[in-house]
Structure formats: structure tokens, C-alpha cells
């Protein structure tokens, strides 16, 4: 169960870029954003977190998971807190596809999105921006519980060969896949923060 934490001098976020001490791992900060107070305490002290103030969205590049399984089974989690209720992208995954070219690879690429609807639920989908619009939405998955603003979540989508893929919210299962994972999950080559997709949200 590994996870990859982002550790940052003080509170100055910006320096994000200079300590992840990963070669090749390219993250694009930009100025509108801040700190706010996070969700843990420890000792009586509060932890910090990234406010995004802005609307086109924060991506890390070259991004694969630090364990991966034969399987190709990962999670992917984190906390949210959101200011308001609306429709936006939370996080989303670029799949690269396994054609035998760079070239194919790209052309068959995906996403896998995690985003919040306007009636506050989390819905976890496949995502092909290159189809028509009826069609870009594959297998989605949306909790029946409605988050609230100003209110701290921790939220985890689990994905594993041969069973079926997992919405938690607060450690609590919120929805699930209706079919299992049929095949190898693939790599994921970038991680993006509320990044905007034509037809199903706007950024944060």
C-alpha cells in the first residue's frame, strides 16, 4: 500500500517543483495559487494544503505509479475540499493506449476522470474527448451520497484486475463498477488537477 506524498518547505507551495526529487517528473505550477489550512492535525497543529484559485487547471507530467503490480491494480486518493458546489474536474489520468507505435499509442489515448457533478456528486468515468459527445463517457460509476461545501473529503477510486472498480469516500464504499476488470490496466503518463474537458466539466 504505498503512497506518494508531495512534502513542501514552510508554506510556500511553489516550491513543490524543486523537492519531489523524482527525475523526469515535470509539474507546471502556476501563480494563482495559494495555501490554505488542510484537513489533518497533529499535536494540536494543522496541516496545509494547495487553494487552486484559478480556472485552466494544474497537470504533473510523466507520472506512472510508484508500485506497480503485475496486475497493473493501483489507487488513486487524496483530500478535496471544495468552496462551492458545482460541476468541475477533480483529477484525471491520461491513458496511453498499447498499440505498437509512439505514434499509436498516442492516437489511442484516454482518460480516466474523476469529477464532482452539480448536484455535488463524485462520478468516476473513462473519458474519450475524441468521440462524439453521446459516446465519450465509459462506465461511469457515481456515488448516491451529495458532498457539501467547505467540508474536507477523503476520496479513493481502486482499480484491480478481476474485480470491479471502487468509489470510496471517508473510507466508505459510495459506488461501484457493475462489470470487473477484464484485462491488464494500462500506465498513465500524465496527472492533471482540474483540467477542463469539452462536454463533461470546466475546471476548477
Not at 516550491?15 to 495559487?33: F, Q, S, Y
Not at 497537470?59 to 486518493?77: E, I, K, L, R, W
Not at 489520468?93 to 498516442?106: D, F, I, P, Q, S
Not at 470510496?168 to 462489470?179: F, R, V
Request: glycine share 8%; aromatic share 10%; charged share 25%.
Amino acid at each position: 500500500n504505498p503512497l506518494f506524498y508531495f512534502h513542501v518547505p514552510g508554506k510556500d507551495i511553489h516550491t513543490l517543483c524543486e523537492v519531489t526529487g523524482k527525475p523526469g517528473l515535470n509539474i507546471e505550477m502556476r501563480d494563482d495559487i495559494s495555501v490554505t489550512a488542510g484537513p489533518l492535525t497533529h499535536d494540536g497543529n494543522s496541516d496545509y494544503a494547495m487553494k487552486l484559485n484559478g480556472t485552466k487547471g494544474y497537470s504533473v507530467s510523466n507520472v506512472y505509479p510508484v508500485c506497480q503490480m503485475d496486475t497493473g491494480d493501483y489507487t488513486a486518493a487524496g483530500w478535496v475540499r471544495f468552496d462551492k458546489i458545482q460541476k468541475q474536474i477533480i483529477w484525471s489520468n491520461r491513458v496511453l493506449g498499447n498499440a505498437a507505435t509512439a505514434e499509436e499509442r498516442e492516437k489511442g489515448a484516454y482518460y480516466r476522470v474523476l469529477w464532482l457533478t452539480e448536484e455535488g456528486r463524485l462520478e468516476h468515468t473513462a473519458y474519450f474527448p475524441e468521440k462524439d459527445a453521446a459516446s465519450r463517457k465509459v462506465k461511469p460509476v457515481s456515488s448516491s451520497v451529495s458532498l457539501e461545501p467547505n467540508k474536507w473529503y477523503f476520496v479513493a477510486v481502486t482499480h484491480a484486475l478481476k474485480k470491479p472498480k471502487l468509489l470510496y469516500i471517508n473510507g466508505e464504499l459510495a459506488a461501484q463498477s457493475a462489470e470487473s476488470q477484464a484485462v491488464l490496466l494500462e500506465k498513465y503518463s500524465d496527472l492533471s488537477f482540474g483540467q477542463p474537458f469539452e462536454g463533461l466539466a470546466p475546471g476548477l
